[in-house]
Structures are given as C-alpha cells and as structure tokens.
C-alpha cells in the first residue's frame, strides 16, 4: 500500500500549523503565528489566539496545498490537535477538521499536542544529522512557552507515559517573565540566551527548583521554576534598592543555568532510572543555546543517543500532528469518531 497522505491541524496555543505529509515524507509546513498581537499584552491572550486561528485557517490550508503541490480531496486523512492547550484555540482548529473530514468523506485522528512533538522525529530523520528512524523505548523532553514535559515514549502510537511536568510556570514562561523583570521585550526568551552568552553562569547561584532529597521523593521528574523566577525578581530588586547597577549579562546566565541545569539533570535521571539510551528534545525552548550545548555535552557522557529535530519542527506546527496521524494510519489505529472535543488537559 502506499504511504497516506495526511492534512494535519495544530492551534494549541498560538500558531496556527497546517502541514501535510506523505507517510514520513514532509510535503508542507506551514506556519501563520499571531504572536505580534500578543506582544503587547506579554502573554499569550487566548481569545485574540483563536481570532486569529479562526482568520488564517484557510489560507494557511490553500498555503500547504499550493506548497506540496496537491488538491485537497488528494489527501487521504486529517489529524489534529485535540488538546492539550487553550480551549478555544483549539475548537477552532477541531472545527476545521471536523469540516474537512465531512466534506471530503475522509477519516479523522484527534491526536495528543506532546506526543505529536515526538511525532515530529520521523520527519526529522536525515535532516538532524541522524540518519535511522528514531528507536523507542525513548525519553522526550518538550520545553515551550506553554509546556515542560518528560515523557517515556515506548511506542508512538500507542504506548506513552508522563513521567513528569512543570507544577507551576512552563520554562519558556519562566524565561518571559525574567526577560520582563529585566527590561526586555516579549517574548524574552531569545533576549535572555543572546544577553547570558556575555554573562558568567557562576555569578549567582539560583535555585533548582524540586532537586532537593525531600522534593525528588515525590517529584523526581516534576519541574517548578516559579520560586526561581521569583528568587530572580527578588535579587535584581535588592540591588537596585541598594542602588547598585544590575549586571544584567550574568543574571541573565546564572538564571539561564539554573534552568537548564534543571532540565537536562531530570531528562538525562528519566533515561538512566528507565534504561533508555536515548533523548528526543522538543518544543520552543530548544532554540536556546545553552540548552542544546549542555544536552550534547550531558548525552554524550552518558552514552545517550540525543535527537533534536529542526527547529521548524520543535515549535508548535502542523506537520508534526500530520505525521503522528500517518504513523496512527500506518499502525493500523483506527480513526477517531466525530464527536470528540478539544480538551485543554488531554492525558498522553
Ligand atoms: O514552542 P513555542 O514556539 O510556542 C509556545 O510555547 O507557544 O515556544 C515559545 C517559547 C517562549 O516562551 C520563548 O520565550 C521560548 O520558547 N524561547 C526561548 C528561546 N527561544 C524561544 N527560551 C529560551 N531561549 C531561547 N533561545
Ligand atoms: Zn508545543
């Protein structure tokens, strides 16, 4: 049989992804962000998010058409994102697909936001220098705006389990909330990697939240990084109260240390407590420079195979849920029924 070709549809939070594969192969990716409009507010606002899923649905669609080159009633499937994320971002993109799949007589899959970051690997293969498919059992370590997850992923289609998330800000927040306590646009995160590469990780010691004995007892693979933020917050008050300048470079290092520290030390924990040499990262937050430097160096001492896809494909987009939804097909699952809803704290 020939490999499906599948339109997938990801509006989580505030991009709207349409992409569309052929089996493994990526076709199209296309990506409208309305995240200018959300700059102002230094948050995403989750009405203005689904305004704008809800005005560039279709011409993100006719966009992927036109750059894999297909009529729309070619395709053989839809996929999309089903949760988690904001509620109404995502009714509207589970509107949209539920459209398509009526009117063009096709099956639906309603997939999971986290596992569709590891969905992303099968297209990433030979892009990011690994040339073999990703093998499973595997760690996945999602890092966004929205989500700090660990999961253990012993098959896509059918096997995932959360080992562990963030009990309060995700880290890309925690990045955009510094970044405001220091003076920087939003969002913050490339300003705090690009201003840490002049500072001194060492110069302040921030805490790493939930590494203690007492908090790794019941939260070994959970992730907290608003006392760090506030830890932050607090410092450069304290000298600015004091009426010294605030050496921004090295807090913006030392605060990015103690984040990445955090990820890597329970990513890098998740593979050796579960045998699993090998570590997919995913989600925004894999931009950042220290955290792919600190993830080869760690990988490598320990001898873990360490995947990260391009970075087009780490981001929120929908090419990741059309190649979930292809492995699904491929796997033999069967499609969801129609009637199934956006749930904005859908389980893996
Ligand atoms: O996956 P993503 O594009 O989407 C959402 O979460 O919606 O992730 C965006 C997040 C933001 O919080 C942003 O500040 C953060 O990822 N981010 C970074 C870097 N680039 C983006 N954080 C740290 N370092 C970076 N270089
Ligand atoms: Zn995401």
Known sequence: RTDPLVLGIETSCDETGIGIVRGTTLLANVIASSMDEHARYGGVVPEVAARAHLEEMSPAITAALDEAGIRLDEIDAVAVTSGPGLAGALMV???????????????????????????????????????????????????????TSLLLVRD???DVELLGETIDDAAGEAFDKVARVLGLPYPGGPHIDRLAAQGNPKAIRFPRGLTLPKDMAKHRYDFSFSGLKTAVARWVEKAQDAGEEVPVADVAASFREAVVDVLLGKAIAACADHGVPRLLLGGGVVANARVRELAAERCAAAGIELRIPPLSLCTDNGAMIAALGAQLIMAGNEPSSLDFGADSTLPV
Request: negative net charge.
């Open 93 to 147: 993109g589970v509107g949209a697909a539920k459209a398509l799949a009526i009117a063009l007589d096709k099956p639906i899959y309603a997939v999971n936001h986290l596992v569709g970051h590891v969905g992303a690997d099968v297209l990433a293969t030979g892009q990011d220098g690994a040339s073999e498919p990703l093998q499973y059992p595997t760690i996945a370590l999602l890092v966004s705006g929205g989500h």
């Open 156 to 158: 896509l289609t059918g």
